[in-house]
């Protein structure tokens, strides 16, 4: 929806211009209106400047943008509850009068009159900031899966909130140095998974957890977090049935569908975007709804998402992946938005040029599957071992030997009670592309959470939907990807009421040879599609092969400039070899070699 930037400062006032120059950075967020508010705290000489980026969303009216002032409290607001419709009628009922129709002002006056308890009943994604000039506090937020940002910088002097690092950088004027244990991990194992501490991939960076508030006390100038929401205890609603089922997909759709704006899907051949469309057909949604499909010529996705509009006779919009040369332009920009390394796969790169698309089209709305995989079941390799040992310890054999019979070429169910550990160990190759010091190579296990044995099935979802896990990692690219060309992604899945399905059972997840069974059962609810029972779905994919060999001289140039690189790689022998076996540029290494140099060079560029 938005984005904003904040800043306290001790004895010193605000430099404005540099201070609005940092907010402007983020126009991408929200570039629909622009606000900014500077106080001064007499008593304690404290300097506060407050700015934000709007995109105009729910009541498209110039009351509601921000900062927003309620009761002398300031909101910095980033985000969607989408049901503060229903959390504005029970206040209404207390004579309590609104001057807007937007979620921002049910917002603060929530926080004003409950200080911060309402933050339980919010059903959305958000990240936010109140300042209470009743205590002289900042009060911060972020959703329960984190997707949305909110990162800070806390030094004795300054305190920085923002929705985007690069406007902290720029504000302090500083390079940014990354954190050595996540950069081992990436260029060792391929991850940077967003951390499940404060402590951000950047030094001195950190971030708000999700499912954390965090308390800034401005007179003693400290911070602290506590967490409002526990993946792996909390909403636990024991009834697993197909109708409850049913009635919270569709109370989901529907609240994700409020928006004075156009809405748009993103169809893309899998289960979870399909059973959207599915829910969105039956009850006659679809009318309102935009569809768009993604071609990138790489996978059967796009033949199943124009069959099931096909069957619907539905009109959906194609979009073609582009491969030319402003594919390496475009990698550059992707860079500058993530802020973070990332995987060279579709939903990572071949993403924003869907959004970049929808976003032409004049739609600022777009719904996805995102949370689909991990809260149902959906990744074999991933889950299915967890499975598997659960149902040893439950001595559920009938359905073990139900599995292997049907699964006879799945090495992950075939070995499970060797998989996770054989996929835990470090592999001890030697790269010779690599000069990372043995004792390093030896202490940089991975950081993937899930890779324990001692986890039985619930807990491994749940670690991987938790600050730290992997759904973490695929929202990021999801809110860079869509918010770079300023469009909202809302992700059904997500919704708080269908959380607690997360603890189904592997019984609901895993059924003969099919994955996310109990969603894929549904659509007989709702309406039978194509996508229903198809068992190859492989993810969005993106062609590297001919990104990497339009663009062998950018990233040669790229990787060879790259400083950080220096101490870990033996740069100048890399780009030598692959000159001569150009293949060498798009093994795991060379990806990672770029996707480092791409984020230095675009993060540290004036």
Known sequence: MCGFFQVIQKNKPIDKKLFLDSLSSMRHRGPDASGHKFTHDQKNNVFMGFGHQRLSILDLDERSNQPFVENQNILLFNGEVYNYKSIKSQYQKRSVLYHTNSDTEVVAKSFSMQNFEDIHKFNGMWSLSLYNAHDNSIFLSRDRYGK???????????????????????????????NEEQLLNYLLHGDMFPTNTTQTHFDNIKQILPGHNGYFDIENWEIKQKRYFNACTDNIDEDYSEDNLVKKLKQSVELRLTSDRPIALLLSGGIDSSLILSILHHYGYHENVHVFMGDTGRSDDYKYAKKCANQL???????VSDYSSNAFDRFLQICLHHEKAFPFNGNAIAMSQMYEEIAQNDIPVVLDGSGGDELFGGYWERYIPFALIDAQYNNDQEWINHMKSFNKNKKEIQNYENYIKE???????????LKIPMNKILKANTLDPIRNPNLNFNEALCQDVSAGGRLGEWIWHNDRNSMMNSVESRSPFLDCELHSFINSGYKNKFHEDWNKYELRKVFDRFTPLPTQWRKEKQGFRWDGKHFFYNNKDQITELIKGSEILKEYAH????????????????SSIGKRFLGIAGIEYMMNRD
């Open 313 to 319: 006779n539905i009109k959906a919009d194609t979009i």
């Open 571 to 586: 740069k100048d022998l890399f780009c030598n070899s692959a000159s001569m076996i150009p293949k060498i540029f798009r």
């Open 148 to 178: 949305k940002p909110l990162f800070y910088y806390h030094d004795k002097d300054v305190f920085c909130v923002s929705s985007t690092i690069k406007a902290i950088k720029q504000y302090l004027n500083t390079n940014l140095a990354f």
């Open 423 to 433: 996929n835990s160990l470090f592999k001890k190759y030697f790269n010779p592309f």
